[in-house]
T-cell receptor, first 116, second 114 residues
Framework: GAVVSQHPSWVICKSGTSVKIECRSL??????MFWYRQFPKQSLMLMAT?????????EQGVEKDKFLINHASLTLSTLTVTSAHPEDSSFYIC????????????FGDGTRLSIL | AQSVAQPEDQVNVAEGNPLTVKCTYS??????LFWYVQYPNRGLQFLLK??????LVKGSYGFEAEFNKSQTSFHLKKPSALVSDSALYFC????????????FGKGTRLHILP
């Protein structure tokens, strides 16, 4: 079964709205989670590394104030797209590592965000 | 810096034929290599990995991959393709730096023709 749960699956909202996406690790604690963005027919772009109890590490070119990440517990990381605009429309995916660096990451099912 | 390259945007294979999806990597130390598959509007599913040991690794759904150190390749293979194998495939390497993040190739779309 799924080991990482992502919610919601789909979001459609008006421009200017802030949208929160949740990523939960099921039955395990994740000190680190990752947030990706995927454009149509393109690869996953790592946006940031979410660190429990500390600030997220953002990749170059990703706006920290635009994409707020909170990792307040060992099983939950949230990504908030603030004041979303149509260009923020994308597929957002989170992942977590359950069993150490030699093991694969576990991915959520993604969130399709559409800003009107 | 670690990187992976998937030279093919798309691969078309007739059902029942063998398939190969190519991947080459560049790492500074021992590579931790992975293959993932993505179906439409879904997250990624793990197929197989190479950490150490036998160069031929077997994974889910009948897939396998061969680690070739001299050619720095980790091609994904399957002896007999199924239509249900049609999906987007990603090769990945783990960056053994501070955050152990995964670096993905651009992906290869596999079309299995009935």
């Amino acid at each position: 079964g799924a080991v990482v749960s992502q919610h919601p699956s789909w979001v459609i909202c008006k421009s200017g709205t802030s949208v929160k996406i949740e990523c939960r690790s099921l039955d395990f604690q994740a000190t680190t989670m990752f947030w990706y963005r995927q454009f149509p027919k393109q690869s996953l772009m790592l946006m940031a590394t979410s660190n429990e109890g500390s600030k997220a590490t953002y990749e170059q070119g990703v706006e920290k104030d635009k994409f707020l990440i909170n990792h307040a517990s060992l099983t939950l990381s949230t990504l908030t797209v603030t004041s979303a605009h149509p260009e923020d429309s994308s597929f957002y995916i989170c992942s977590a590592n359950r069993d150490g660096k030699e093991q694969p990451q576990h991915f959520g099912d993604g969130t399709r965000l559409s800003i009107l | 810096a670690q990187s992976v390259a998937q030279p093919e945007d798309q691969v078309n294979v007739a059902e029942g034929n063998p398939l190969t999806v190519k991947c080459t990597y560049s790492v500074s130390g021992n590579p931790y290599l992975f293959w993932y598959v993505q179906y439409p509007n879904r997250g990624l599913q793990f197929l197989l990995k190479y950490i150490t040991g036998d160069n031929l690794v077997k994974g889910s759904y009948g897939f396998e991959a061969e680690f070739n150190k001299s050619q720095t390749s980790f091609h994904l293979k399957k002896p007999s393709a199924l239509v249900s194998d049609s999906a987007l495939y990603f090769c990945a390497v783990r960056d053994m730096g501070r955050d152990d993040k995964i670096i993905f190739g651009k992906g290869t779309r596999l079309h299995i023709l009935p």
